[in-house]
């Protein structure tokens, strides 16, 4: 056992869609949440500038004696998590797009990839769509913009709307039976994201295997906690506001 707190860490609140998974089937943990939104976003900056981000916030985490982190986010993931782990002897978990059940569940019709243009560039993406073999199938669009959306926490409105539509109107959205949500601010929109397509279409992000590959790594290593459920937030490396923390807790409750 091992009642230290699990760190979780994203660019924005993008990454409370995975806090939010993780504390449904670990619920008797501490938690750390940082959001970096002096940097927020990560998708459109450059990979060295991003990568000084990262470092600083793992930093931060360590400093406060964490178990385990999850990287929340999939641009901080395709960048730096190798390097991390080679550098520190904590667990550290990254997420990536569902790629793999998108295509097993495709029923003969295409996959979309939705992400970052960092996560889209980025070799993690490319190499894991080549391991797949899986290129005639996938199409890969970024969407910049709906990361500011949802630090604005604007999820459903007609410009969010409009935004998604002229995005997609190179795309046949009939040919698509699984859209996957490559960055983590994404399943925020999957409302408008059904109105767009259509309810039949499938929806699918790394969320849930995230959380699940936590906690068998938590298993394994005896590091499960026994404590009531706390979360305490940071922005940056400064404890959240009440403004940020009434905020944050809307999207995990």
């Not at 964490?66 to 993931?77: G, L, P």
């Not at 991390?84 to 495709?106: H, S, T, W």
């Amino acid at each position: 056992m091992d009642n230290n707190p699990i760190g979780v860490f994203d660019s924005g609140l993008g990454g409370l869609t995975v806090l939010k998974k993780i504390i449904e089937i670990l619920p008797n943990e501490k938690y750390i949440y940082y959001a970096d939104t002096d940097n927020v976003p990560y998708g459109t900056k450059p990979k060295e500038e991003v990568k000084i981000y990262i470092e600083k916030a793992i930093k931060f985490l360590i400093s406060k004696n964490v178990k385990a982190i999850v990287i929340a986010c999939n641009t901080a993931t395709s960048i730096a998590v190798n390097d991390l782990r080679d550098k520190y002897d904590i667990p550290i978990i990254g997420i990536e797009p569902a790629v793999k059940p998108a295509i097993e569940k495709r029923n003969g019709k295409r996959v979309l990839i939705m992400a970052t243009p960092t996560t889209i560039r980025e070799e993690k993406l490319q190499n894991l769509v080549k391991k797949l073999n899986v290129f005639e199938e996938v199409d890969l669009i970024d969407m910049p913009k709906l990361v500011e959306f949802a630090e604005r926490m604007e999820f459903n409105s007609s410009e969010v709307k409009k935004y998604i539509e002229d995005r997609l109107k190179k795309y046949n959205l009939n040919n698509y039976s699984t859209l996957v949500l490559g960055c983590t601010h994404f399943p925020l929109f999957k409302e408008t994201l059904l109105q767009v397509f259509s309810n039949e279409i499938l929806i699918i992000d790394g969320s849930q295997g995230v959380a699940n590959r936590l906690k068998d790594i938590l298993e394994n290593k005896n590091l499960l906690g026994n404590n009531k459920l706390q979360i305490n937030y940071y922005n940056s490396g400064k404890i959240a506001n009440k403004l940020y923390i009434e905020k944050y807790n809307r999207i995990i409750n």
